[in-house]
C-alpha cells in the first residue's frame, strides 16, 4: 500500500505542462525524423529476422521428430520475427528521440537556462548583477593565475644550484611546470589557502571538497574576459550531450541484450531437444 501511495503521489507531482511543451516544441515539429528513424530500423530488423529465420531452417533447427512437435516448433518463426521487429522498433524510435534532443540541445539548454535563472533571480537587473560579480573575478582569477606563474617562473629560475648543467635542466623543468600546470598551481594554492584558514574552527575541506572547488576555479579560468553566460550555455550543453548520449547507450545496450536473448532462445531449445529428446525417438539399430 505504501508503494501504490507512493506511485500515486509521483504521478501527481509530474509537471505534464512542461513534458506537453517538450513535447509541442521539440518532438512533434521533428516527428518526420523520428518516424524515419523507426520505418529504417523495422526494415531492417524485418530483414535480419527473415535472413536469421532462413539461417535456421536451412540448418534444421526447425525439425523435430514429433509431429506435434515439428508443427509446434514452426511458431519459433512469427515469433522470432514479432520480437526482432519490437527490439529494432524500439531501438528507432530512441534513436530518433535521441537525435532530435541532441539536434535541438541549443534551444533545450537555453530553455532550461533561463528557468533555472528566473527561479533563482528576482529581477533582470538582479541577474545581471551577478552576471557581472562573476564576471569580474573570473578575470581577477584569470590575472592572479598569470602572474602567479610568472612568480613561480622567476623563483625557480632564481635560485642557483651552483652547476650549469643542472641550472640548465632546472630552468627547462620549471619553463615545463608552468607552462603546463601553472592553472594547478594555482589552484592547489588556493584551496590551501581556503582550508588553511579555517583551522581551528571549521574544517573548509568537508564544506568544499577540492573537486568541486577545482570544477569552479576551471570554470573562472576558461571564462577570462568572455561572456560568462555564453560560456556557461557551452558548459550545460556538453553536459547535456554528455546525458542524453549515456543514456541512449545504457537504452541501446538493454535493448541489444534482449535481442540477445530472442536470438538464442531457439538454439538453446534445439539444444536440449538434441542432447534428451532426439534420442528417445531415434530407433535403436542392434
Same mark, same amino acid.
Given at each position: 500500500m505504501d508503494y501504490i501511495s507512493y506511485s500515486s503521489e509521483l504521478f501527481k507531482n509530474i509537471d505534464w505542462d512542461f $513534458?506537453?511543451? *517538450? %513535447?509541442?516544441d521539440i518532438v512533434l515539429p521533428n516527428s518526420g525524423a523520428l518516424i524515419f528513424n523507426i520505418i529504417i530500423f523495422l526494415f531492417l530488423g524485418f530483414i535480419i529476422g527473415i535472413i536469421y529465420c532462413i539461417v535456421l531452417w536451412r540448418k534444421g533447427i526447425f525439425k523435430r521428430a514429433p509431429k506435434y512437435y515439428n508443427w509446434a516448433v514452426k511458431l519459433y518463426i512469427p515469433l522470432l520475427i514479432v520480437g526482432i521487429?519490437?527490439?529494432?522498433?524500439?531501438w528507432g524510435f530512441i534513436r530518433g528521440i535521441y537525435k532530435i534532443l541532441d539536434n535541438e540541445k541549443t534551444i533545450i539548454v537555453k530553455g532550461i537556462y533561463n528557468g533555472s535563472v528566473q527561479q533563482i533571480f528576482e529581477s533582470e537587473y538582479a541577474k545581471n548583477k551577478f552576471v557581472l560579480s562573476a564576471q !569580474?573575478? /573570473?578575470i581577477k582569477a584569470k590575472s592572479d593565475s598569470q602572474d602567479y606563474a610568472v612568480f613561480f617562473k622567476k623563483h625557480l629560475k632564481n635560485y642557483d644550484t651552483g652547476s650549469s648543467f643542472l641550472n640548465k635542466t632546472k630552468n627547462k623543468l620549471s619553463k615545463f611546470i608552468v607552462n603546463n600546470y601553472s592553472d594547478d598551481l594555482y589552484k592547489l594554492t588556493m584551496y590551501a589557502l581556503i582550508t588553511s584558514a579555517g583551522k581551528g574552527h571549521i574544517d573548509f575541506s568537508e564544506a568544499l571538497p577540492y573537486e568541486e572547488f577545482n570544477a569552479a576555479m576551471d570554470l573562472l579560468l576558461e571564462v577570462g574576459y568572455q561572456d560568462i553566460e555564453k560560456v556557461v550555455l557551452e558548459k550545460l550543453s556538453q553536459w547535456?550531450? !554528455?546525458g542524453i548520449t549515456a543514456q541512449y547507450h545504457g537504452m541501446v545496450k538493454s535493448l541489444l541484450i534482449l535481442l540477445f536473448l530472442i536470438l $538464442?532462445? &531457439?538454439? %538453446?531449445?534445439?539444444? $536440449?531437444? #538434441? #542432447?534428451? *529428446? /532426439? &534420442? #528417445?525417438?531415434i530407433p535403436k539399430t542392434t
Open positions: $513534458i506537453w511543451s *517538450i %513535447l509541442r521487429l519490437y527490439v529494432f522498433g524500439q !569580474m573575478l /573570473a547535456f550531450s !554528455m $538464442i532462445v &531457439p538454439l %538453446l531449445e534445439y539444444f $536440449i531437444y #538434441k #542432447k534428451w *529428446i /532426439a &534420442p #528417445k525417438y
